[in-house]
């Protein structure tokens, strides 16, 4: 039997998955090393360890792992990019136990000076689930960075980055807003606290949620707000200004929902904001990298008996 070993090796973690010959998962492992928090020995220790007991397989990894600080630093690949640039600018190299590693290239938009990692095989896997969206989507994969691309034809043709997750974890743990709040007691939503802070980045109109995010610590003094309700309002007016800037810039139509792609929690509070703007309910779609990292795989002969189409470097 063909395997494949998939990677996807982001900043704070490591997901394995073993596919057989016809792309189905066997077995799925992670770990806490992403590629600013390796065991000892770096990255050959970390894929050893993950990938012990497996099969003698190919190896094909996304994310950030081809970034500057990963493994091997691998170039962008330019839009309009399809499957075939993706699988064309795989790089490999060799780990110390003879591994071959294919990592895949991220994607950058040269107009208007954006990129991502990681984020392209997840829309590959995407558009395999859901072929009929491949003429033309606006596909939202929410995140620490969250990434809005716009597929026509099947190809990535533009790209746009808005810093929601990232900027949500400094205001709750660096700033004046989550000053004195309670920790962390569950992930249950506070949904009506939620749902203020999507008003608020919503009627904030051409102004922007900038000018309301103070909002979240003066209603808590005012006695409107429960300490414990600040963090699901400020996740809503975070999520609620990404939506307002979407639909300003004119990324969204009220009509066209975007694809929704990533965890499915954090997805549901995408879906749940749309309702605000009266956009009709986005569809999501999850496990979207490991659809992705297969089809990619297939596209540059990974797996198959077609030899394969890259060199070694």
């Not at 009506?192 to 109109?205: E, L, Q």
């Not at 808590?220 to 939506?243: F, K, N, Q, T, W």
């Not at 999850?286 to 990974?302: D, P």
Request: hydrophobic share 45%; net charge negative.
């Amino acid at each position: 039997m063909h395997w494949l070993i998939g990677l996807d090796w982001g900043t704070s973690r490591l997901r394995a998955m073993l596919f057989d010959g016809d792309g189905a998962v066997h077995e799925t492992r992670s770990r806490a090393w992403g590629i600013r928090h390796l065991p000892e020995g770096g990255f050959d220790a970390a894929l050893s360890s993950i990938c012990e007991g497996w099969p003698s397989a190919p190896v094909l990894a996304a994310g950030m792992v081809g970034s500057r600080q990963g493994w091997r630093e691998v170039g962008y690949v330019d839009t309009p990019a399809g499957i075939d640039a993706l699988a064309a600018g795989i790089v490999d190299v060799r780990s110390a136990d003879g591994r071959r590693v294919g990592i895949i290239p991220g994607v950058r938009d040269a107009l208007s000076v954006d990129v991502m990692r990681g984020e392209e095989t997840q829309v590959v896997g995407a558009l395999a689930l859901r072929p009929e969206l491949a003429g033309h989507v606006c596909l939202l994969l929410p995140g620490t960075h969250s990434k809005w691309i716009d597929v026509r034809d099947g190809r990535i043709v533009r790209l746009a980055t808005m810093m929601t997750g990232e900027l949500y974890a400094i205001l709750r743990e660096h700033s004046i807003l989550g000053a004195g709040l309670p920790g962390a007691t569950g992930s249950a939503l506070d949904a009506d606290a939620f749902d203020a802070g999507v008003r608020a980045a919503r009627d904030s109109a051409a102004a922007g949620a900038l000018t309301k995010l103070f909002s979240a610590r003066a209603l808590m003094l005012d006695g409107r707000l429960a300490p414990g309700a600040v963090p699901d309002y400020l996740s809503g007016l975070l999520i609620g200004e990404e939506l307002r800037a979407g639909l300003a810039s004119g990324w969204l139509r009220g009509d066209a929902p975007p694809l929704l792609v990533g965890d499915e929690s954090l997805c549901a509070r995408y879906s749940r904001a749309a309702t605000a703007f009266n956009l009709a309910k986005p569809d999501t779609v999850l496990e979207a990298s490991a659809h992705g990292l297969w089809r990619i795989a297939r596209a540059a002969a990974l797996v198959g008996e077609t030899p394969l189409v890259y060199g070694e470097h």
